[in-house]
């Protein structure tokens, strides 16, 4: 039950997220949006009150009434930016709830502020500007109060109940004590609307504590971004963005005024039917109706209805099934795989001329494959929800640290199977935070360096062979070899001298334990975790990380996922009686060594030239202790495998074929080993280990 | 006459202030020296306004101010906070204190405050 709340809820805060990113990029806000918020929020208001959680719910009705509101009434100015900035925050609000309810804590954070900032919003669109005033006042404090700037934050918050406070100066009352002088000597501006009259206002004001003087104006509204702009330039801009925003809003409203209402009506509606029996239909942007007055309503409505239905064939029916139970098709098939082969390859059968049994087993291969092939793309999501994550990251981030990037999508349609998809978005994350906080300079570096002052993050993911790649691309500082290894040499990392080290070399200190060059953790990347941990769990998922830069040109980080782990194709080779699977991916070669290559150190150690290179020989009937007759190397055979651009010989007595395994991880109670990364089982009923490449290159 | 409940931990403050209120007009009906018996006075004296120190044995002045609030959201609940406590002041702020007064105070610093209620 809980199970499935989770899951729905999950699902519509990020369809949720997509859309109001959507809204934010177009600066408009369709009667479509409108209703499909409205929709989700009411679900979500539903389920959550069902199951007790009253915070979500709470939250999540005043959002809905929000959106009733302004569904009621299409004719209202809407503040697209301030919008989705609240409904953004309910997002992150139900988010946090929701992780604390994955891990069986109480969802217990506060939502008032947020319901807070709902109803003024509300009152804003309630009553427009002949009820809403704009004021700005100048206050002074008590010469002795003290803590002038904590004063200051006492009127903002007492205002808030009242009014919507638009700006004060000084601005960083609260991060900056030294704002208390500047109170002191030229008093604490700020400007709000509010529905008070002018009297009642100064009563409100009447009651602060110390307040000693207040001059309070009304601000007509036209003037209101002129006054507004010497405040800070940053404010500026917001209000010129908001400013903007309503005048195209303005525009429509009283272009269509006449006819507007009616066709609305019946616009809407039919869209507010499909969205309910569709539930997986996105956002249409729904063209103002406005803009095309000469066309008839029920014109409109067919249009909507034909966008919507193209939509659904764009976005296929969905049923949602628990993970467990695709975990055990999959177990079931990997089985049918098995037993495929321990009845076509059974020994009892050597040696018989069987026609139609042949024939049947053909057949019943060909099912097999593709059955396995279907429960494979079972598993397999497009990587674009991953992908919406980083697109609400970078939006966050660009406002907070005042950057301006453009972040370009690659590949969104790329599948991965589900297990990675889950657990590939922190890394992600992880690594397009650092892009925007430490690699994409600040506007004025980039045009000092001759770059545009917008900086790029591409993000792409393709798949090629078995492996899936995602490439995460900035134009930014890139590394810096010669700092990092003074950074590296600090924390006692380094064994060489600079010049001996290779660029790569350096460049790849930051993905070791330990290693943040940022002198400053910065709120967003630089939390104790770094790029060790990204390439820790790029690992864990079999995949492995590399890292290329160029200094003042940009970072380039590749990341290469195998595309499924439970069944993987591999060389069987023999070892005396036992058999093992090396996986396919991983081997480079195969040969038999003659005996000029072959070729001993001082210590006696085994090692094979190849292409002048020498390589490691690990010989498996030693290293695991299989006896064999096989002990000569130019007897057997030798296996090239590769990790990580680092090189392994396994020496094995013969190559058997190329066979497909399920991967079964060996049982808690074996002594692990290094070199196996698990087991199968072969056609005839026997145990076959699989060797780990990247644990072989450690033994 | 307006009702005081003055909550502090020190017994000197509490005279202190108790002195300056009763010279200008102010009935202090209560003191507490903690914040757990200055929630059990609020409920039991209702004062029009409680004077409260933040920091305090027992229970602090934020905590019995935010419980304080829930009894009676239009409580006026005045902080006495020594220099520095920025973060103390925010929160209580937040949590619905009218104001605050710093310490140390003169004594028309603090009339000038509770004569707003």
């Known amino acids: 039950m809980l199970e499935i709340y989770l899951f729905e809820t999950v699902q519509m805060v990020e369809q949720l997220e997509e859309l109001l990113i959507e809204i934010e990029n177009e600066m408009t806000l369709s009667g479509t949006a409108i209703n499909e918020i409205f929709r989700i929020m009411h679900t979500i208001k539903g389920s959550s009150a069902m199951m007790m959680y009253d915070g979500i719910a709470h939250l999540a009705h005043s959002v809905e009434d929000l959106f009733a509101l302004l569904r009621s009434d299409s004719s209202k100015e809407v503040d697209c930016h301030q919008l989705t900035e609240i409904v953004l925050q309910t997002v992150d609000f139900i988010k946090g709830e929701l992780v604390k309810i994955e891990q069986k804590e109480e969802p217990d954070g506060n939502n008032e502020e947020i319901v807070h900032l709902i109803t003024a919003f509300e009152k804003q669109l309630n009553d427009p500007k002949i009820n809403i005033r704009t004021y700005k006042a100048l206050i002074y404090f008590d010469p002795n109060c003290e803590m002038e700037n904590m004063r200051a934050y006492t009127v903002i918050h007492q205002l808030t109940p009242v009014a919507t406070v638009v700006a004060y100066t000084p601005a960083d009352i609260l991060e900056n004590e030294d704002t208390t002088e500047q109170i002191r000597a030229e008093g604490f501006t700020v400007e709000f609307t509010s529905e008070l009259t002018y009297d009642e206002l100064l009563l409100h004001f009447d009651h602060t504590l110390f307040l000693e003087r207040i001059d309070l104006h009304e601000i007509e509204e036209k003037k209101k971004a002129v006054s507004a702009a010497p405040v800070s330039v940053k404010k500026a801009k917001e209000e010129t963005n908001n400013e903007s925003c309503k005048k195209t809003a303005e525009r429509e409203s009283t272009a269509g005024d006449p006819v507007l209402p009616a066709m609305e009506k019946t616009a809407v509606e039919p869209v507010q039917q499909e969205t309910a029996a569709q539930p997986v239909s996105r956002s249409i942007s729904l063209d103002s109706p406005a803009s095309k007055p000469e066309q008839s309503s029920s014109a409109i409505s067919v249009g909507v209805e034909q966008q ?45 001329e069987l026609e139609n049994f042949t024939k049947a087993t053909r057949q019943l291969s060909k099912l097999t494959d593709e059955l396995q092939d279907i429960v494979m793309s079972l598993r397999l999501i497009p990587i674009s929800n991953t992908f919406q994550k980083m697109q609400r990251l970078v939006r966050d981030m660009k406002i907070k640290l005042d950057k301006e990037v453009e972040l370009q999508l690659i590949g969104e349609e790329t599948e991965i199977d589900k297990n990675i998809a889950d657990n590939i978005s922190d890394p992600l994350m992880h690594i397009v935070r650092n892009s925007l906080d430490h690699g994409i300079e600040d506007k004025a570096t980039r045009l000092a360096n001759g770059k545009s002052e917008v900086g790029k993050i591409s993000i792409e993911a393709k798949n090629a062979g078995g492996d899936v790649w995602i490439t995460v691309k900035d134009d930014g500082y890139g590394l810096d070899k010669s700092k990092l290894y003074k950074k590296a040499k600090e924390k006692g990392l380094v064994t060489k001298s600079e010049a001996e080290y290779t660029e790569k070399e350096v460049f790849n200190f930051i993905m070791l334990p330990g290693f943040s060059t940022k002198e400053k953790v910065s709120e967003f990347s630089g939390r104790g975790v770094g790029m060790d941990v990204v390439r820790e769990n790029i690992s864990k998922l079999g995949g492995s990380v590399i890292l290329d830069s160029k200094t003042g040109m940009g970072t380039s980080i590749r990341i290469r996922i195998p595309m499924t782990l439970a069944i993987i194709d591999g060389i069987l080779v023999a070892v005396g009686d036992a058999k093992y699977i090396i996986p396919t991916t991983a081997i480079r070669e195969s040969f038999r060594p003659v005996e000029k290559q072959i070729i001993k150190d001082m210590e006696g150690n085994e090692m094979i030239m190849i292409r002048g290179e020498c390589y490691r020989i690990f010989r498996v009937h030693e290293q695991l202790k299989v006896d064999t007759k096989v002990k000569s190397l130019t007897e057997g055979i030798i296996v090239v495998i590769e990790d990580e651009e680092k090189f392994l010989c396994i020496f094995a007595d013969e190559l058997i074929g190329k066979q497909q395994v399920v991967v079964k991880p060996i049982p808690a109670y074996f002594r692990k080993s290094q070199a196996i990364a698990g087991c199968t089982i072969l056609g005839d009923g026997s145990i076959s280990l699989i060797l780990d490449a990247k644990g072989l290159m450690n033994t | 006459m307006k009702t005081v409940l003055v909550v502090d931990d020190a017994a000197f ?5 108790k002195n300056m209120l009763e010279r200008n007009g102010f009935s202090v009906v209560g003191e507490a020296e903690n914040g757990k018996v200055a929630i059990h006075k609020f409920h039991e004296l209702k004062p029009d306004i409680v004077t409260m120190d933040i920091t305090m044995p ?26 520095g406590q920025q973060g103390m002041v925010k929160e209580a702020v937040v949590s619905g204190a009218k104001g605050f007064i710093v310490k140390p105070f003169k004594e028309e610093t603090v009339l000038s405050a509770l004569s707003k209620f």
């Open chain 1, 308 to 352: 919507d239905a193209k939509h659904a064939n764009a976005r296929p029916n969905l049923i949602s099934v628990n993970v467990k139970k695709m975990d055990s098709l999959m177990d079931i098939v990997g089985e049918l795989v098995i037993s495929e082969a321990m009845v076509t390859k059974n020994p009892d059968l050597e040696g018989l």
């Open chain 2, 13 to 17: 403050m509490r005279v202190t202030i």
């Open chain 2, 58 to 83: 027992e229970m602090d002045g934020l905590c019995a101010l935010k419980t304080i609030m829930q009894l009676d959201a239009s409580a006026n609940v005045v902080m006495m906070t020594a220099m």
